[in-house]
């Protein structure tokens, strides 16, 4: 039985997207491609919601499936290089002093700033799913001075897994997916807890390997 909370919850999405859809129809792809692009290096945007908004419309034949993906890959992944590009090049004192136009603090920096330098690439991959990091995840990697090489090739992998994501799940679901919103938004979350369980069996089988084949000195 559904009470008044459960209809709010899964109207939400529907209302957002309702909003956005206009300006989906106007001006196509170019609007997906803006607002995820913006949304990844820090400004306010609806980005996710943009692509999810978009796969919907794609089964109406306004926009094809195909092109819509990698219009919002090469969108996320300028977008993060971009962000990357500021944190590099800028330093963390340009980064505070436009933080508060970012939602940025400087204990939420220091903190995102350890979390880099202790698991690095992973993080890349999975902050894709994760709001705030998918917004700053490029910033604080040209902070930390990542390699770029390492930071394109790993956000390019987590940028295609966001977007294959997303983009094929609401496609499938087609109008029916503004029902199940708040089932597929969970889904993140089980994909994240798998990633981060990969990523623990590797650094225990890279640790097992390190102690059985010690280094000669």
Do not use: C, W
């Given at each position: 039985m559904n009470g008044p909370y459960t209809r709010k919850r899964s109207s939400t999405l529907t209302q957002l997207i309702h909003t956005i859809q206009p300006y989906l129809h106007q001006y196509g792809y170019l609007a997906v491609f803006a607002a995820i692009f913006?949304?990844?290096?820090?400004?306010?945007?609806?980005?996710?919601?943009?692509l999810?908004?978009?796969?919907?419309?794609?089964?109406?034949?306004?926009?094809?499936?195909?092109?819509?993906i990698a219009v919002a890959w090469a969108a996320a992944v300028l977008g993060d290089n971009t962000g990357y590009?500021?944190?590099?090049f800028g330093g963390r004192r340009l980064v505070l002093s436009i933080g508060k136009y970012l939602f940025?603090?400087?204990?939420?920096?220091?903190?995102?700033?350890?979390?880099f330098e202790r698991r690095g690439a992973a993080v890349v991959i999975i902050a894709r799913f994760i709001e705030v990091l998918r917004?700053?995840?490029g910033i604080i990697a040209g902070i930390v001075e990542m390699s770029w090489l390492k930071f394109l090739?790993?956000?390019a992998i987590g940028a295609g897994l966001w977007v294959g994501t997303w983009s094929t799940l609401f496609y499938l679901l087609g109008r029916k997916a503004e029902?199940?919103?708040?089932?597929l938004k969970k889904l993140q979350y089980v994909l994240l807890g798998a990633l981060g369980l990969a990523l623990i069996v590797w650094?225990?089988?890279r640790l097992c390997r390190r102690r059985s084949h010690p280094v000669e000195t």
């Open positions: 913006l949304e990844d290096f820090g400004v306010p945007m609806p980005g996710e919601t943009m999810i908004a978009a796969s919907l419309l794609a089964p109406t034949g306004a926009l094809n499936i195909y092109l819509l590009a500021i944190g590099r940025l603090t400087p204990k939420r920096l220091a903190y995102a700033e350890r979390f917004q700053l995840n090739l790993y956000n029902q199940y919103g708040s089932l650094l225990v089988v």
